[in-house]
Structures are given as structure tokens and as C-alpha cells.
């Protein structure tokens, strides 16, 4: 089987490639935090449905915060 990689695809312009890796890892810190920030929401819907009963919305949720001990009862 044929692996295909990323460079097959997408090939930086010569002279580029120091603007490119800024362009990156610009991309990746933001896509780092949002993952961060959407595992709260997630964690704190999640901890309302099974440790209070209670079903929220993202929404709603955005709104709360859980103390450490509660994000870590979080199971997932």
C-alpha cells in the first residue's frame, strides 16, 4: 500500500518556508487553545449529566466553571 504524505499534497514555494513555519505554528497554538477551551465545555456538560443529572447546553456551559476536583471526576 502506498502512503501518501503531507509534502505530496502541499509543497512550500522556495523562500517561503520561514514565513510558512511561522503561518504554522501560528495555526497550531490557536487550534491548541480551542481544544483546550472545548474540552471544558465538554467536561462541565458532561460533569451537570452525570454527577448532578442536570442537561445543559454548550451554551449554558460556557457560563459555569467546575472547582479540580470536579474536572477531575470527569470521565470520558
Do not use: P
Amino acid at each position: 500500500m502506498n502512503k501518501s504524505c503531507m509534502q505530496d499534497f502541499y509543497r512550500c514555494v522556495e523562500g517561503y518556508e520561514g514565513r510558512a513555519d511561522a503561518l504554522a505554528e501560528k495555526c497550531c497554538k490557536k487550534l491548541v487553545n480551542d481544544l483546550h477551551y472545548e474540552a471544558r465545555i465538554q467536561a462541565v456538560v458532561y460533569f451537570y449529566d452525570t454527577e448532578l443529572g442536570e442537561k445543559i447546553t454548550k451554551s449554558q456551559a460556557r457560563t459555569k466553571s467546575l472547582t479540580k476536583e470536579q474536572y477531575m471526576r470527569v470521565k470520558t
